[in-house]
């Protein structure tokens, strides 16, 4: 072997959903909202497309627009509000920042696979806690020495909330290190960790534009926590690169977060076409958690997973199969338009019929 290889880090990375070329698909497999961004949000991309001379300007390092306008919405100080590109930076930037411990970190075996990624990535030793038999996260299991938690709420790809109650009671347990609650899927039907914030100074709550807002294309993620947790996240991302979020994306944030009506219109049509949608699939013989996220976790007794994703795929149909232990044979099936779902639904049908 030449010297110079034994020096490349080897990590196994974080594999994301696939993104079809092709036109015309249904396309449930990555967690998108089905609908646009705010009518705010088009208005102020023509404004960009009209003012191109800023964009030869760097953007500001703060982000500071984007940062008061989150802060202003959720009620806080815009000193305990970081923003970053997607909820992937932010939580990579916490991973760095916080998990310097010789302990492991603690977070479920059945969750985000982005987060062994990153362990791995930083050479944070980690601990995977089993869910139990229903896909819920045993909070005792966190009592333990660690150097740090994080788990998502709901958790992903199960769609399985926790009580805010007993995030507390885990956050209680672990007043010496810091926690991550990762709320990637709240807003479609979960109890924010936010609340706790001003009870507990190592809580980092971590949110996204990607799914309620309609914006993963944009790439804004933010965390919530104290002054002090928001300050060395924005040291080491000022000692990592200063300009992280572009211009077009602090104008754009800001313009979403400023259509409230408009949000809470789109998160209620998404939540009423999942509840029906889970009528339906039970209808179907298939069984999941209850989910409170944007999916469903699923599984039919009598047809494997892998074989029900091949099939979709042959139809350019787009739901997302993870060939790993405990899980492989559910679906995650994002939640898209009525029309969507009807479409699913009805290959779903014929599929199953042919199976007989």
């Excluded at 008061?68 to 932010?90: P, R």
């Excluded at 059945?110 to 229903?134: H, M, R």
């Excluded at 914006?215 to 300050?231: D, F, N, P, T, V």
């Excluded at 999942?274 to 047809?303: C, I, Q, Y």
Aim: charged share 25%; aromatic share 12%; with cysteine.
């Amino acid at each position: 072997m030449q010297e110079w290889k034994k020096n490349i880090r080897q990590v196994v990375p974080y594999v994301p959903g696939e993104q079809p070329k092709k036109a015309n698909v249904i396309k449930l497999n990555t967690n998108e909202n089905p609908y646009p961004p705010s009518p705010k949000v088009k208005e102020q991309c023509a404004k960009i497309c009209a003012e191109t001379e800023e964009l030869r300007l760097y953007p500001d390092p703060t982000a500071g627009m984007l940062v008061e306008a989150i802060a202003k919405y959720k009620g806080l100080d815009s000193s305990q509000v970081f923003v970053g590109v997607g909820s992937d930076d932010v939580l990579a930037m916490a991973f760095l920042t916080f998990f310097n411990s010789e302990k492991p970190i603690f977070f479920p075996d059945i969750t985000y696979s982005f987060y062994d990624v990153w362990a791995d990535l930083f050479k944070i030793p980690y601990d995977k806690k089993p869910l139990d038999e229903n896909f819920m996260i045993k909070k005792d299991d966190y009592y333990w020495k660690n150097g740090g938690v994080v788990f998502p709420n709901p958790n992903a790809p199960t769609g399985v909330l926790m009580p805010l109650d007993e995030i507390e009671d885990i956050i209680s347990h672990n007043q010496d290190v810091i926690v991550i609650v990762d709320e990637a899927y709240v807003d479609f039907g979960g109890h924010s960790a936010q609340e706790l914030l001003s009870k507990y100074e190592n809580l980092l709550v971590v949110q996204t534009f990607s799914k309620s807002r309609s914006m993963a294309g944009m790439r804004i993620g933010y965390a919530m926590g104290s002054a002090e947790l928001i300050k060395a996240l924005n040291d080491v991302k000022y000692s990592f690169n200063s300009y992280t979020m572009n211009r077009p994306s602090i104008l754009l944030g800001t313009a979403s977060i400023e259509d409230d009506v408009y949000f809470k219109e789109t998160v209620e049509k998404i939540v009423n076409t999942r509840e029906w949608f889970k009528a339906e699939m039970k209808k179907l013989g298939f069984t999941f958690p209850d989910s409170k996220a944007n999916f469903l976790f699923a599984s039919h007794p009598k047809v494997p997973a892998k074989e029900i994703f091949e099939a979709a795929r042959e139809k350019d149909i787009y739901v997302r199969y993870f060939d790993k232990p405990r899980i492989n044979n559910y679906l995650r099936i994002t939640i898209g338009t009525d029309e969507e779902m009807e479409k699913f639904l009805k290959f779903l049908t014929s599929f199953l019929k042919s199976q007989k």
